[in-house]
T-cell receptor, first 111, second 111 residues
Framework: DGGITQSPKYLFRKEGQNVTLSCEQNLNHDAMYWYRQDPGQGLRLIYYSQIVNDFQKGDIAEGYSVSREKKESFPLTVTSAQKNPTAFYLC??????????FGDGTRLSIL | RKEVEQDPGPFNVPEGATVAFNCTYSNSASQSFFWYRQDCRKEPKLLMSVYSSGNEDGRFTAQLNRASQYISLLIRDSKLSDSATYLCVVRVNSGYSTLTFGKGTMLLVSP
C-alpha cells in the first residue's frame, strides 16, 4: 500500500539526549514536511524539503535538525537544545500543487 | 491578527442536524484552500479542497469567498462518525509552498 510511515509511534527522551524520528514515503512525492502539534494548538512547521539534499527551516526550527539524502526519507532529529520537546510530531508529503498527506505521527515525551 | 482563524467550538449537534463552520484568513494572496479532519490523537486527513466556485462531496459542501477572505464548510445530515476537529488550511503560493493551519473547530455529534 502507498503511504507515509512514521516510527516509532511513541518515543521517550532523557535529558540531554538526541532522538531521531523516522518518516518514509512510497508515494513518489518530491516534498516532505515536519510539523509539531501541541494540545489545543494548530500545526506548526518545523522543516520542509522540496528536493533531495535540500531543506528549509520552518517557523520553529530551533532545536531540530533534518536530512534528505533520499527522496523517500526525511528523518527529524530532536536535539538536546530543544527544551520543550513533548509534542505530537507529524510528517507529511505532497506532489506538486497537491494537498499534503500525513503519516500517523510520533508522540514524544520526556522521561 | 492570526493568519487562519477558526471558532474552536465545540459545536454540539444532534444526529441529522446541519452544521456550518467558518474560517477567515489574513493573507489576500492565498491561492489554495483545504479542509482537513482530525480525530482525537490521530493525524489530520484531507476532507476536501475548496474551489472558487464552491464544491460538494456527498454531505459536505465547501465555499470560498475571496472578497471577504473566508471559507466555509457545511455538513448536512450529521452522523456520529462526523465527530472530529475540522482544520481550515490555506496555502499562499502554488507548487510546494507551505500550508498554514487553523487551530481547528471541534464538532461533537450526539445520538
Amino acid at each position: 500500500d502507498g503511504g507515509i510511515t512514521q516510527s516509532p509511534k511513541y518515543l521517550f527522551r532523557k535529558e540531554g539526549q538526541n532522538v531521531t524520528l523516522s518518516c518514509e514515503q512510497n508515494l513518489n512525492h518530491d516534498a516532505m514536511y515536519w510539523y509539531r502539534q501541541d494540545p489545543g494548538q494548530g500545526l506548526r512547521l518545523i522543516y520542509y524539503s522540496q528536493i533531495v539534499n535540500d531543506f528549509q527551516k520552518g517557523d520553529i526550527a530551533e532545536g531540530y535538525s533534518v536530512s534528505r539524502e533520499k527522496k523517500e526519507s526525511f528523518p527529524l532529529t530532536v536535539t538536546s537544545a530543544q527544551k520543550n520537546p513533548t509534542a505530537f510530531y507529524l510528517c507529511a508529503s505532497s506532489a506538486l500543487n497537491q494537498p499534503q498527506h500525513f503519516g500517523d505521527g510520533t508522540r514524544l515525551s520526556i522521561l | 491578527r492570526k493568519e487562519v482563524e477558526q471558532d474552536p467550538g465545540p459545536f454540539n449537534v444532534p444526529e441529522g442536524a446541519t452544521v456550518a463552520f467558518n474560517c477567515t484568513y489574513s493573507n489576500s494572496a492565498s491561492q489554495s484552500f483545504f479542509w482537513y479532519r482530525q480525530d482525537c490523537r490521530k493525524e489530520p486527513k484531507l476532507l476536501m479542497s475548496v474551489y472558487s466556485s464552491g464544491n460538494e462531496d456527498g454531505r459536505f459542501t465547501a465555499q470560498l469567498n475571496r472578497a471577504s477572505q473566508y471559507i466555509s464548510l457545511l455538513i448536512r445530515d450529521s452522523k456520529l462518525s462526523d465527530s472530529a476537529t475540522y482544520l481550515c488550511v490555506v496555502r499562499v503560493n502554488s507548487g510546494y509552498s507551505t500550508l498554514t493551519f487553523g487551530k481547528g473547530t471541534m464538532l461533537l455529534v450526539s445520538p
